[in-house]
């Protein structure tokens, strides 16, 4: 039953992943990586609010290993950072590095304080 309701938020997940990086990345000129950083840290903040809120062994399975495994995506951040790098956007690829840390942690902090807030 758990690897179904991982498959199923998996199912969820990965699509909505893809289609909000190609909709933020539409609305920007720029080489920075916004659709995967917004990705990263929405998925850090779900994911911090689930475990806040204490959620039970279903939920956690489809919401957070299943549909925050994979709306979240470290690969891709991995890549797109040596892609900035490599053609010479040392600063965009320093400043995707910090960013994704940095809001993905904070993210993360302020979605386990609501939770734990939440389940009083």
């Known amino acids: 039953m758990t690897f179904l309701l991982v498959a199923l938020g998996a199912a969820l997940g990965a699509p909505l992943r ?15 990586p916004w659709g995967t950083l917004t990705v990263n840290v929405a998925g850090s903040l779900l994911l911090g609010l ?3 809120a204490r959620a039970g062994p279903a939920i956690m399975a489809l919401a957070g290993v299943g549909f925050c495994g994979t ?6 951040f ?7 790098a ?5 600063f965009y690829a320093i400043a995707n590095i910090v ?3 940095v809001a993905g942690l904070g993210a993360a902090f302020l979605g386990l304080a609501i939770g734990l807030a939440s389940a009083g």
């Open 99 to 101: 960013a994704n840390v």
């Open 78 to 84: 991995s890549y797109e950072t040596l892609r900035l």
């Open 18 to 32: 893809y289609l909000t990086d190609r909709f933020i990345q539409a609305r920007h000129d720029s080489v920075f």
């Open 71 to 76: 709306l979240t995506t470290y690969s891709t």
């Open 86 to 90: 490599q053609g010479g956007s040392r």
């Open 50 to 52: 689930l475990v806040g």
